[in-house]
């Protein structure tokens, strides 16, 4: 019966479908490394000559500026050899006579492309013709025929000039740059700038095959990358999940690795308490099923037998059977309550709430709960105690302590019906001792009365019959506090039971 219901709860546990933590995090990481990839390739390959044309004519438009400020100072030839050099660019300055341009007032030939100091006057008026109908400036790209730096007759090196333009080669870009300026006298003049481009078209290919061999790394990376991170992520919830099947099943003996990271250690720790606190419950639970019907049988049966007898035979109810139902009833009261309390205490369920409070003081509380006792039946309870003693410990657990064995020592007590008790300060701890001078309990006896549901069978001087589980409680609520406890005793003579606590000042 129990296997089935485990399967159909396994079963239960395993249709749970979806992605996993894994599959997750691999694909989320994944998927943002090709996000970042795609940027870069954006940016980096397909952007980037439009991005550096861009920079390099912005240069192309500052030279001028540069020439334009200057244009009526004496230094106009110490100004453009500085911006020549700082931009790497070519720079004439032509006079305008006559519309057209004369004789080049400032020449900065920097590099082998310098196109506009090789080109022909022709050419040269076409770009400033250009740039006076363009508004003022004309600027102008253009790649070089690659022999262009031969002589095509001889062979020698050459300078190139406008004329080997070639649109359909795109090796070595040029730049051309004409503006119209002029001078506060009214003096007209073109400033030709020239630069080169640096061809990055030429690398395109290259930077292509570079760029899917990085992609293919960085994603490769990512993925081991990712397996790593989230198999230490999922590890410890997989073990977690094993763990909480088996609790799951009713085994309460499952625990919890708390490792991996702070979340999973948190909910480790949280589960585990849990565990804890739910197999308290069913400890106390079982318990309790077990004292119920062990020991409430008893007296249960007795009350129900002698009501039907009462009932059903004439002459039975009498006030002597009446008083046998009373008795069991009261039985059957103190040992519910006696098991409730010790069923509480030993799963582990109460904890001590402990704070400060005069012990000398409580002792006389529980000694006012006998004081109709001591009226009627002549009972005497001494109480010796030189000063009031604080401690540190739960109040409501010490008195019933205080009030078990009050009560044993009320019950086994002599002819004399006294009983002592003393309280005694040894350094910092206080000692409680009670003392009756009854039968006493014998050495075989002595070790064995903390146990549940131990009694030695004598008779009791008060009519009160006991539960056997007392002195269980008292002790198990003595380990609690971790106080020292014990007993001596002699038979016939009586016996003192006691127990220390630090005084806490
Ligand atoms: P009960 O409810 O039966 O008193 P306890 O756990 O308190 O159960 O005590 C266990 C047994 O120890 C008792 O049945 C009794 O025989 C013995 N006992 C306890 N206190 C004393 C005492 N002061 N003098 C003699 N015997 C005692």
């Not at 980037?48 to 020439?67: N, P, S």
């Not at 094993?242 to 099943?249: G, H, L, N, V």
């Not at 585990?272 to 119920?292: C, F, G, P």
């Amino acid at each position: 019966m129990k296997s089935r219901s485990v399967n159909k709860k396994s079963k239960l546990f395993n249709k749970v479908t979806g992605a996993g933590i894994r599959s997750r995090l691999v694909m989320g990481f994944t998927m943002f490394v090709l996000m970042i990839l795609v940027i870069v390739w954006v940016f980096q390959v397909l952007l980037l000559d439009y991005f550096y044309e861009q920079t390099k004519l912005a240069e192309l438009e500052r030279v001028l500026d540069g020439i334009e400020s200057n244009i009526d100072s004496t230094d106009l030839d110490l100004v453009c050899a500085e911006l020549a050099s700082e931009y790497d660019v070519c720079i004439s300055v032509y006079k305008i006579e006559n519309g057209e341009l004369g004789e080049p007032t400032i020449s900065k030939e920097v590099s082998p492309t310098c196109v506009i100091h090789y080109s022909d006057t022709e050419t040269l008026n076409s770009y400033y013709s250009q740039a006076l109908s363009a508004g003022g400036e004309f600027t102008d790209s253009f790649p070089l025929a690659p022999g262009a730096f031969r002589d095509p007759i001889k062979g020698d090196h050459r300078r190139p000039s406008m004329a080997d333009r070639n649109d359909n080669d795109n090796f070595f870009v040029v730049a051309v740059s004409v503006k119209a300026l002029e001078d506060r006298s009214g003096n007209e003049y073109a400033a030709f700038i020239n630069l080169r481009f640096t061809p990055v078209r030429a690398i395109e290919q290259t930077r292509s095959v570079q760029f899917g061999y990085i992609a293919g790394v960085v994603v490769l990376a990512t993925v081991i990358f990712g397996l790593i991170f989230s198999s230490r992520i999922a590890r410890p919830l997989e073990k977690m999940t094993r763990s909480a099947e088996i609790m799951a099943q009713g085994d309460y003996s499952a625990s919890f690795d708390e490792e991996g990271y702070r979340e999973t250690k948190r909910l480790a720790k949280t589960l585990n308490y849990a565990v804890d606190e739910i197999s308290k419950t069913e400890k106390l639970q079982r318990e309790l099923i077990a004292n119920i019907s062990h020991d409430l049988r008893t007296p249960l049966t007795l009350i129900s037998g002698y009501s039907e007898m009462m009932r059903d035979i004439p002459g039975e109810n009498t006030p002597e059977n009446s008083q046998l139902i009373v008795d069991e009833t009261r039985r059957l009261t103190t040992l519910v309550n006696d098991m409730l309390d010790f069923s509480k205490y030993s799963s582990g369920f109460e904890v001590p709430e402990l704070k400060i409070f005069d012990l000398t003081e409580s002792v006389k509380k529980t000694m006012c709960r006998y004081s109709e006792l001591v009226r009627q039946n002549g009972y005497c309870i001494r109480f010796d105690a030189d000063t009031n003693v604080t401690i540190y410990a739960d109040e409501r657990m010490i008195l019933q302590v205080i009030y078990n064995l009050l009560n044993n020592a009320v019950n086994y007590t002599g002819d004399d019906k006294t009983v002592y008790i003393k309280q005694t300060i040894y350094g910092d701890r206080v000692r409680i001792s009670i003392t009756d001078t009854g039968v006493g309990i014998s050495a075989d006896n002595l070790s064995q009365i903390w146990d549940r549901y131990y009694k030695v069978v004598k008779n009791h001087k008060r009519a009160v019959t006991g539960s056997g589980l007392g002195l269980s409680i008292v002790s198990r609520l003595l380990q609690l506090h971790s106080a020292a406890y014990g007993v001596e005793s002699t038979e016939g003579v009586g016996s003192t039971f006691w127990f220390e606590l630090p005084i806490s000042k």
